[in-house]
C-alpha cells in the first residue's frame, strides 16, 4: 500500500504540471487562431518544427533520472549533485545543437513544401524560440532532478505558476495593447522566451532556498568534463531522445499524410490526436513516477523492492487505461461535437475515437515498459522496436492500406487507416517490450549483493 500511495501521489503531481504545460500550447493555438489565419498557419508549422527538436533533446535530459534515483537511493546524495553538475555539459551540447537547427530552419521547411509566403512569419517565430530553448532544457535539468528526489510538486508548482504568466503574455504580445504593436505568432514565441527564463530562474531560487536539495551540495565549483560520466549519459540519454522523436515524429508524418485526404480528414485526425494526447499524460506521469521508485529502490540495493514498484505501477496504467478507454467509448459519439461544429468532421471523427480507445490501452502499457526498462539499462532494443514498428508498420502500413491497398484490396482512403495500423503496431510493440521487462526483472533479482 505504501508503494501505490507514493507512486499515485507521486503521478498524480507530475500530471498536474504536465496538463499545464499543454495549456501552453493550447494558448497559443487560441490566442493565435483569433488573430488572424496566417498567424495561425505559422504557429502550427514553426511549433510543429519547434517540438520536434525540443522533444528529442528533452528526452535525453529525462532519461538522467534513473541514474540521479539511483544514486539517491544507495544515500549518495553529493555524488548526486557531481552528476548534475555534469549533465550541465550535456545540456550545453544539446542547447548548441537544438539552437543551430532552429535558427536555420530551411532544410526541414524545404523538406515539408512550406509556402514561401509563410516562410518569413515561420523563420521570425523559431528565431525567438530558438533563445527560448536553453533555459527550457535547463529547467529540465531542474525538473528531471526534483522527480527523482520525489519532489515533483516543486516543479508542478512552477508550471502552474508559468500558465500565469503565459496566458495574458501571449494575449498581449500576439494581439497587441498597452502602446505594443500586434507581433503575430512571434508574439506566442517571445511569451514563450519570458515565461522559460522566468522559469529557470525561479529553478535556480529553488535550488538554492529549499532543504529537500541542500544534501546534494550542487553549488560546487563546476569540475572538468568526467568522460566516463558523460559517456554513462550518453548510454542512456541518446537512445531515449531518439525513441522520443521517433514517436512524436510518426505523428508528425500520420498528420501530413492524411492531410492529403482533405480537410474534413485532417480535421478529425486532429481532434482524435488531441484526445490522445491528453490521456498519453496519465501513463507518462505514472512511467515518471515508477521509474523513480524503480531507480531508487535499484540504488538501494533492494530488487524485491524495485519489482514490487514496477508491478505497482504496471497496475495503475492498466487500471487508468481500462476506465480512460471505457468512457472514451461510452462518449465517442458527442465528444467531437464538443471540438466541431462540422457535423461531417464530427461524423469522421467518432469511429476516430474507437481506435484512440484501443491505442491507448497499449500506449499506457508500453509506455510504462519502457521508462521502466531504462531503470535496468536496457534502451537500444526498445529503440529499434520503436523504429520498425511505429516508422515502418505504423506509419508505413498506415499509408499503404490508405493509399495503395492490400493485395486485391481497394485503398482505405481515411484517417482510419492510419490509427488502425499504429494501434496494431503499438501494440505488437508492447508484446515485445513485456518480456524484455520480465526479463530484466529476473536478472536484476538473480544478481542481488547477498547479505553479510
Same mark, same amino acid.
Given at each position: 500500500?505504501?508503494?501505490?500511495?507514493?507512486?499515485?501521489?507521486?503521478?498524480?503531481?507530475?500530471?498536474?504540471?504536465? /496538463?499545464?504545460?499543454?495549456?501552453?500550447?493550447?494558448?497559443?493555438?487560441?490566442?493565435?487562431?483569433?488573430?488572424?489565419?496566417?498567424?495561425?498557419?505559422?504557429?502550427?508549422?514553426?511549433?510543429?518544427?519547434?517540438?520536434?527538436?525540443?522533444?528529442?533533446?528533452?528526452?535525453? /535530459?529525462?532519461?538522467?533520472?534513473?541514474?540521479?534515483?539511483?544514486?539517491?537511493?544507495?544515500?549518495?546524495?553529493?555524488?548526486?549533485?557531481?552528476?548534475?553538475?555534469?549533465?550541465?555539459?550535456?545540456?550545453?551540447?544539446? #542547447?548548441?545543437?537544438?539552437?543551430?537547427?532552429?535558427?536555420?530552419?530551411?532544410?526541414?521547411?524545404?523538406?515539408?513544401?512550406?509556402?514561401?509566403?509563410?516562410?518569413?512569419?515561420?523563420?521570425?517565430?523559431?528565431?525567438?524560440?530558438?533563445?527560448?530553448?536553453?533555459?527550457?532544457?535547463?529547467?529540465?535539468?531542474?525538473?528531471?532532478?526534483?522527480?527523482?528526489?520525489?519532489?515533483?510538486?516543486?516543479?508542478?508548482?512552477?508550471?502552474?505558476?508559468?500558465?500565469?504568466?503565459?496566458?495574458?503574455?501571449?494575449?498581449?504580445?500576439?494581439?497587441?495593447?498597452?502602446?505594443?504593436?500586434?507581433?503575430?505568432?512571434?508574439?506566442? #514565441?517571445?511569451?514563450?522566451?519570458?515565461?522559460?527564463?522566468?522559469?529557470?530562474?525561479?529553478?535556480?531560487?529553488?535550488?538554492?532556498?529549499?532543504?529537500?536539495?541542500?544534501?546534494?551540495?550542487?553549488?560546487?565549483?563546476?569540475?572538468?568534463?568526467?568522460?566516463?560520466?558523460?559517456?554513462?549519459?550518453?548510454?542512456?540519454?541518446?537512445?531515449?531522445?531518439?525513441?522520443?522523436?521517433?514517436?512524436?515524429? @510518426?505523428?508528425?508524418?500520420?498528420?501530413?499524410?492524411?492531410?492529403?485526404?482533405?480537410?474534413?480528414?485532417?480535421?478529425?485526425?486532429?481532434?482524435?490526436?488531441?484526445?490522445?494526447?491528453?490521456?498519453?499524460?496519465?501513463?507518462?506521469?505514472?512511467?515518471?513516477?515508477? @521509474?523513480?521508485?524503480? @531507480?531508487?529502490?535499484?540504488?538501494?540495493?533492494?530488487?524485491?523492492?524495485?519489482?514490487?514498484?514496477?508491478?505497482?505501477?504496471?497496475?495503475?496504467?492498466?487500471?487508468?487505461?481500462v476506465l480512460a478507454s471505457g468512457a472514451l467509448l461510452l462518449g465517442r459519439e458527442a465528444?467531437?461535437?464538443?471540438? #466541431?461544429?462540422?457535423?461531417?468532421?464530427?461524423?469522421?471523427?467518432?469511429?476516430?475515437?474507437?481506435?484512440?480507445?484501443?491505442?491507448?490501452?497499449?500506449?499506457?502499457?508500453?509506455?510504462?515498459?519502457?521508462?521502466?526498462?531504462?531503470?535496468?539499462?536496457?534502451?537500444?532494443?526498445?529503440?529499434?522496436?520503436?523504429?520498425?514498428?511505429?516508422?515502418?508498420?505504423?506509419?508505413?502500413?498506415?499509408?499503404?492500406?490508405?493509399?495503395?491497398?492490400?493485395?486485391?484490396?481497394?485503398?482505405?482512403?481515411?484517417?482510419?487507416?492510419?490509427?488502425? @495500423?499504429?494501434?496494431?503496431?503499438?501494440?505488437?510493440?508492447?508484446?515485445?517490450?513485456?518480456?524484455?521487462?520480465?526479463?530484466?526483472?529476473?536478472?536484476?533479482?538473480?544478481?542481488?549483493?547477498?547479505?553479510?
Amino acid at each position: 500500500m505504501g508503494e501505490l500511495r507514493l507512486i499515485a501521489r507521486h503521478a498524480g503531481t507530475v500530471l498536474a504540471g504536465q /496538463l499545464a504545460v499543454m495549456a501552453y500550447g493550447v494558448t497559443d493555438t487560441l490566442v493565435a487562431g483569433r488573430h488572424s489565419p496566417e498567424a495561425l498557419a505559422a504557429l502550427a508549422v514553426g511549433s510543429a518544427v519547434y517540438i520536434s527538436v525540443y522533444v528529442g533533446l528533452m528526452g535525453v /535530459l529525462q532519461a538522467l533520472l534513473p541514474i540521479w534515483a539511483e544514486l539517491q537511493g544507495a544515500g549518495r546524495p553529493e555524488a548526486v549533485g557531481r552528476s548534475v553538475r555534469q549533465s550541465l555539459y550535456l545540456g550545453a551540447v544539446a #542547447a548548441v545543437l537544438g539552437m543551430g537547427l532552429l535558427l536555420w530552419p530551411e532544410p526541414a521547411l524545404e523538406w515539408t513544401q512550406v509556402p514561401e509566403a509563410l516562410r518569413p512569419d515561420v523563420r521570425q517565430y523559431l528565431a525567438v524560440l530558438a533563445w527560448a530553448l536553453p533555459p527550457a532544457l535547463l529547467f529540465r535539468i531542474y525538473s528531471t532532478l526534483s522527480q527523482a528526489l520525489h519532489q515533483p510538486r516543486l516543479v508542478t508548482a512552477l508550471q502552474l505558476g508559468g500558465l500565469a504568466i503565459k496566458v495574458p503574455l501571449s494575449m498581449l504580445l500576439t494581439w497587441g495593447g498597452a502602446g505594443l504593436p500586434a507581433y503575430g505568432a512571434t508574439g506566442c #514565441a517571445v511569451a514563450t522566451l519570458v515565461v522559460n527564463y522566468s522559469l529557470l530562474g525561479l529553478g535556480l531560487l529553488m535550488l538554492q532556498r529549499q532543504a529537500a536539495y541542500r544534501p546534494l551540495q550542487l553549488w560546487q565549483p563546476l569540475e572538468r568534463p568526467d568522460r566516463s560520466q558523460l559517456a554513462q549519459f550518453m548510454r542512456l540519454g541518446l537512445p531515449a531522445g531518439l525513441s522520443v522523436m521517433v514517436e512524436v515524429t @510518426s505523428f508528425t508524418l500520420m498528420a501530413l499524410f492524411i492531410a492529403r485526404l482533405g480537410t474534413t480528414a485532417a480535421a478529425s485526425h486532429q481532434i482524435a490526436s488531441n484526445v490522445m494526447a491528453v490521456l498519453y499524460m496519465v501513463p507518462l506521469s505514472l512511467a515518471i513516477a515508477t @521509474s523513480a521508485r524503480t @531507480s531508487y529502490w535499484l540504488g538501494a540495493d533492494q530488487p524485491a523492492q524495485a519489482r514490487a514498484a514496477v508491478q505497482t505501477g504496471l497496475g495503475l496504467a492498466v487500471g487508468l487505461s481500462v476506465l480512460a478507454s471505457g468512457a472514451l467509448l461510452l462518449g465517442r459519439e458527442a465528444l467531437p461535437r464538443w471540438y #466541431a461544429e462540422s457535423p461531417e468532421v464530427a461524423q469522421q471523427a467518432a469511429p476516430l475515437l474507437l481506435w484512440v480507445a484501443l491505442y491507448h490501452l497499449a500506449d499506457a502499457w508500453q509506455t510504462l515498459c519502457v521508462f521502466v526498462l531504462r531503470c535496468y539499462r536496457v534502451t537500444l532494443v526498445p529503440l529499434l522496436v520503436y523504429s520498425v514498428l511505429l516508422w515502418g508498420a505504423g506509419l508505413g502500413g498506415g499509408y499503404v492500406l490508405a493509399y495503395q491497398g492490400l493485395g486485391n484490396q481497394a485503398p482505405w482512403a481515411s484517417a482510419d487507416a492510419f490509427w488502425a @495500423s499504429s494501434t496494431v503496431a503499438l501494440a505488437v510493440a508492447a508484446a515485445v517490450l513485456t518480456p524484455m521487462l520480465w526479463i530484466a526483472l529476473r536478472r536484476s533479482m538473480a544478481a542481488q549483493t547477498p547479505p553479510h
